[in-house]
């Protein structure tokens, strides 16, 4: 797992942080990288250079520098130490450079396609996961915990199961679906370790990926989502199904984007409609396949591992609740 610094409060508490499976050197550079990013922002601001000559201030420039000092000598061995336990990959050290989590809007691979489905898990999880699978297709679906039902239901959570171990890839799609973009930076932490800690119960899986509500989001959510170690997802297709699309017309726009040949697709479904289902999806299939793509994970299409962490699922007790 590459090195990542960790702000959340949540993910402080002892129990998160190993849920989360982040190691001690990652907790202990946190600390003290709050501290310094508080002096680096002091040392650049205006007033402060103001006041510096003043024979108070100069002292209190030097306690202060100390302690930037200290703590940079800090996290440069505490980052030295995660390097070398660690070996980062370039999105990782992207990532860390920039505090801003990856956003994905398209497949890489060409040829592929990723067809996905959001606001699940619901009563139609079953049969699509049943008719990708009867194509040789592997769909990818982005559950919420509380939106249509709640996750830990015991027949979401047979759904969740069966489309896991179907082979689809499963992501986060947060908590309640609420729009990231209206949250602070807790309430974002919030919606999104919730869901995480759901489908590592449910299914023993830590999710690399999230698609945020609606798709909105902005640089605190992404701010958010890199210190979870999440990378985001959009698409670059729309079926239509959640904005009133009829089965037709849905149809017509799966028939244009094939006709303009693209080398790739990250399509845009909900699972929670029956005529996505039993409809849109088995057109969509034959009409991408026909045309020679190859029905894969988002995963897979991006070239990058679906999960952090795969682990065994856990025993149901009363905390699993929404
Ligand atoms: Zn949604």
């Not at 201030?57 to 660690?86: E, K, P, V, Y």
Request: with cysteine; proline share 5%; aromatic share 10%.
């Amino acid at each position: 797992m590459p090195c990542t610094f960790i702000l959340s409060p949540q993910a402080h508490h002892p129990n998160n942080l190993h849920a989360f499976g982040f190691t001690k050197c990652q907790m202990l550079a946190n600390a003290d990288f709050r501290v310094a990013f508080v002096l680096v922002y002091l040392s650049k601001s205006p007033l402060f250079a103001s006041i510096l000559p003043s024979t108070f201030n100069s002292l209190l420039f030097l306690a202060r520098a100390t302690r930037m000092l200290t703590s940079a000598i800090f996290i440069g061995l505490a980052a030295a130490a995660c390097a070398t336990a660690h070996p980062t990959n370039p999105e990782a050290e992207s990532r860390q450079q920039t505090g801003l989590a990856t956003v994905y809007s398209s497949c890489k691979v060409k040829g592929d396609v990723a067809l996905t489905f959001d606001d699940g898990p619901w009563v139609y999880l079953n049969q699509i996961s049943d008719t990708l699978k009867a194509a040789g297709a592997v769909g990818t679906f982005f559950f919420n915990g509380n939106n249509y039902g709640c996750i830990y239901d015991a027949e979401d959570r047979k759904r969740v199961k069966y489309a896991y171990a179907q082979g689809h890839m499963i992501g986060s799609h947060t908590w309640a679906h609420k729009d990231l973009k209206t949250l602070t930076y807790d309430q974002i932490h919030d919606e999104m370790w919730r869901v995480e800690q759901a489908l590592q119960r449910i299914i023993g899986v830590t999710p690399a990926f999230m698609r945020p509500p609606y798709g909105n989001y902005n640089n605190l959510v992404r701010q958010v989502a890199s210190t979870r170690n999440q990378s985001l997802v959009i698409w670059d297709f729309d079926s239509g199904d959640s904005v009133g699309a009829s089965v037709a017309e849905s149809e017509t726009r799966y028939n244009g984007v094939v006709s303009k040949h693209p080398e790739t697709l990250l399509a845009l479904n909900h699972e929670t409609y029956n005529t996505t289902a039993h409809q849109v999806l088995p057109y969509a299939i034959s009409k991408l396949q026909g045309a020679g793509y190859r029905l894969v994970s988002l995963a897979t299409c991006l070239g990058l591992p679906a999960y952090h962490s795969i682990g065994t699922p856990a025993t149901p007790d009363s905390t699993w609740k929404c």
